[in-house]
């Protein structure tokens, strides 16, 4: 059974950081699609940043030169590093993967499809 397992949540002032750990059992994150997503009371989940499947790294506008997402191959590891942390980033975290395609013509790419979620990590910013 595949599993996503966060953490590296927690409670910050603003202006403070936090690294957000993603570990995965019975899958291998370096061939899929990855990213991190969030949700905050009363609102949808929104994705925040996200590897797709030619390595490149993609950001919500509200998080970027903020954020950084990374990984850890041989630690089978996703990564979210924040930085000067907001109120507004206050949210539910949670890293998810999926199929990575691939076509002669394309390369690998992902079509924004997620099979597997963690359970999520808190991330509170006060003012």
């Known amino acids: 059974q595949v599993q996503l397992v966060e953490t590296g949540g927690g409670s910050v002032q603003a202006g403070g950081s936090l690294r957000l750990s993603c570990t995965a059992s019975?899958?291998?994150?370096?061939?899929?699609?990855v990213g991190w997503f969030r949700q905050a009371p009363g609102k949808e989940r929104e994705g925040v940043a996200a590897?797709?499947?030619?390595?490149?790294?993609s950001y919500a506008d509200s998080v970027k030169g903020r954020f950084t997402i990374s990984q850890d191959n041989a630690k089978n590891t996703l990564y979210l590093e924040m930085n000067n942390l907001k109120p507004e980033d206050t949210a539910m975290y949670y890293c998810?993967?999926?199929?990575?395609?691939?076509?002669?013509?394309?390369?690998?790419?992902?079509?924004?499809?997620?099979?597997?979620w963690g359970q999520g990590t808190q991330v509170t910013v006060s003012s």
């Open positions: 590897i797709d499947g030619d390595s490149t790294t």
């Open positions: 998810a993967a999926g199929t990575r395609y691939y076509s002669y013509s394309s390369g690998y790419y992902c079509l924004n499809e997620y099979n597997y």
């Open positions: 019975r899958y291998t994150l370096s061939n899929a699609c």
